[in-house]
């Protein structure tokens, strides 16, 4: 008989205490080694201990289970994997905490997991095969399905077929749990947490700065799905006007958030790259935001805009040039 290990993490700031469980999970050799993040906070355990089971039966594939709780109290961990608990009773946000497991994961590929989602079997498989050949930091991501809490199916989310370095500059349209980054990447990202902006998410910074200086590619195939509900810390629109509200909303806050993250990356690029690789588009787009319009759309077309998807151009075209003035 198979038993299952229930592992509690207690919140007891202002300190930082790790734990190593061995569980025995059978033998893995030459399968690829992938470190599965999760940040916990005031999780529904009914949904929490449905996604570690689903990541559990995850194929062809090594999975290190690291969890790091983000200010909940007596949160317990039903798991038959290796576990990494990493614990300081802090809550960081989302954003920070995914970056602190990061920073403190060993070699290998990374996952960013939900707690309240479900993966499917093959999912890691998949998203480790897409970047196989890949010697550079690289990202594989997914498309998706939406479920209400019961997992009955509300939508089919297809993700950006082509990511180009003009795709996240003023927004996130890839959710973290569909996200899967290569060892190259895990290496070249370890340090960035420092720079992440206040409240700023994980997802959106490591896809920008992949975009820059590596590889993105799609797996198209649903290998997910996305529970929704009123808990969520990072939502997905589902509708046209959901959408909408949030153009909107980037409008009134006068790109605040995005221009932040830029200025931060930029930064860490440099700090990253002896030659600054990656930072010198996005240094020209920061300097881009105190010229007029035309000027703008000049800079745009010479970075080679027009070679993006027609939706990319509408989008960059529209919260980068519509705005009569972009304040630094």
């Known amino acids: 008989?198979?038993?299952?290990?229930?592992?509690?993490?207690?919140?007891?700031?202002?300190?930082?205490?790790?734990?190593?469980e061995t569980i025995s999970a059978g033998d893995k050799i030459n399968e690829p080694v992938v470190n599965v993040l999760l940040s916990i906070f005031k999780p529904n355990f009914q949904w929490l201990s449905e996604q570690i089971q689903s990541v559990e039966k995850q194929i062809d594939v090594d999975v290190s289970l690291n969890?790091?709780?983000?200010?909940?109290?007596?949160?317990?961990?039903?798991?038959?994997?290796?576990v990494f608990i990493l614990d300081s009773g802090e809550h960081l946000g989302a954003g920070a905490s995914y970056l602190e497991l990061l920073a403190n994961s060993n070699s290998g590929g990374i996952a960013f997991c939900d707690q309240d989602d479900l993966w499917h079997e093959s999912k890691l498989t998949m998203q480790v095969s897409a970047l196989s050949s890949i010697k550079l930091p690289a990202i594989s991501y997914c498309d998706f399905e939406v479920v209400n809490s019961n997992l009955k199916l509300i939508k089919v989310k297809r993700t950006p077929k082509h990511v180009t370095k003009f795709t996240f500059l003023f927004r996130n349209n890839i959710p973290g749990f569909s996200i899967y980054l290569n060892d190259q990447a895990r290496e070249f990202l370890k340090d960035s947490k420092s720079y992440l902006p206040k409240d700023g998410f994980h997802d959106w910074w490591v896809l920008l700065a992949i975009s820059q200086v590596g590889i993105c590619r799609r797996v198209p195939q649903v290998l997910a799905s996305y529970r929704l509900h009123g808990s969520n810390v990072i939502g997905v629109s589902v509708t046209i006007w959901n959408?909408?509200?949030r153009?909107?909303?980037?409008?009134?806050?006068?790109?605040?958030?995005?221009?932040?993250?830029?200025?931060?990356?930029?930064?860490?690029?440099?700090?990253?790259?002896?030659?600054?690789?990656?930072?010198?588009?996005?240094?020209?787009?920061?300097?881009?935001?105190?010229?007029?319009?035309?000027?703008?759309?000049?800079?745009?077309?010479?970075e080679g805009i027009l070679k993006s998807p027609f939706s990319e151009i509408v989008t960059v075209t529209f919260l980068y040039i519509i705005p009569r003035r972009l304040t630094l």
């Open 243 to 245: 959408r909408l509200k």
């Open 1 to 20: 008989m198979t038993h299952r290990k229930s592992v509690a993490i207690v919140c007891k700031p202002p300190y930082t205490q790790r734990v190593m």
């Open 67 to 82: 969890f790091r709780n983000d200010g909940s109290t007596n949160v317990a961990i039903p798991t038959n994997r290796n």
């Open 247 to 302: 153009i909107k909303r980037r409008m009134n806050v006068g790109f605040s958030e995005s221009k932040q993250l830029i200025h931060q990356m930029i930064k860490y690029l440099e700090y990253a790259e002896n030659e600054n690789h990656g930072s010198e588009f996005l240094n020209k787009i920061v300097e881009g935001m105190t010229m007029n319009r035309w000027k703008r759309l000049q800079l745009l077309i010479r």
